[in-house]
């Protein structure tokens, strides 16, 4: 068992918005959109994790993407990433006894419409709140037992490259 957490911390992850690696999943978008041939992502993938910086955005530096192709590039992964929590907080909340069997179905199709009529996608969760069929710390817990098993999937969100110090410049005494 590793000593470290599998997740941060609660205020953690409010300031990283997935704690999971979803290079993955980007990757297989890049591709499915057809910007880059696989070898091409790989490759990208490797640099941009090296600076730091999202797949998206290294490809528009490097002038794979224009800056629509990288922001619709966003949008689709945004979504799908998204939609796959959603599922499976779902999965979680029937197993756990707060929605019945089939009422999963039905949120996932009214959540599908809702964002082909608006272009916004209303998570699952926080409707579950505000219509009062779920309470907030019950989301919480579902949330995090989703997050872990997110983690577990496709590994925790790489952390940022260390900043790098001027040439020349000395670390300062403690």
Do not use: C, N
Not at 1 to 8: D, K, V
Not at 19 to 33: F, G, I, K, W
Not at 103 to 124: D, H, P, S, V, W
Not at 137 to 142: D, H, N, S, T
């Amino acid at each position: 068992m590793p000593s470290t957490p599998i997740l941060p911390t609660e205020p953690d992850l409010v300031l990283a918005p997935r704690p999971y690696d979803t290079s993955r999943l980007l990757v297989q978008a890049v591709e499915t959109m057809g910007f880059a041939d696989p070898d091409t992502i790989r490759s990208a993938a490797g640099d941009a994790r090296a600076r730091g910086v999202s797949l998206a955005e290294h490809l528009r530096q490097v002038g794979l993407l224009s800056p629509d192709e990288a922001r619709r590039l966003e949008l689709e992964v945004e979504y799908r990433l998204e939609r796959d929590e959603d599922k499976i907080f779902l999965r979680l909340a029937t197993h756990a006894g707060i929605l019945a069997a089939g009422e999963a179905t039905g949120l996932l199709a009214a959540q599908k419409r809702e964002f082909q009529r608006t272009g916004r996608m209303a998570r699952i969760d926080l409707r579950l709140v505000d219509e009062g069929r779920i309470d907030e710390g019950a989301r919480l817990e579902i949330v995090r037992r989703r997050d872990v098993a997110l983690v577990r999937s496709m590994g925790p969100a790489p952390r940022p490259a260390p900043a790098r110090r001027a040439p020349g410049s000395r670390r300062r005494p403690l």
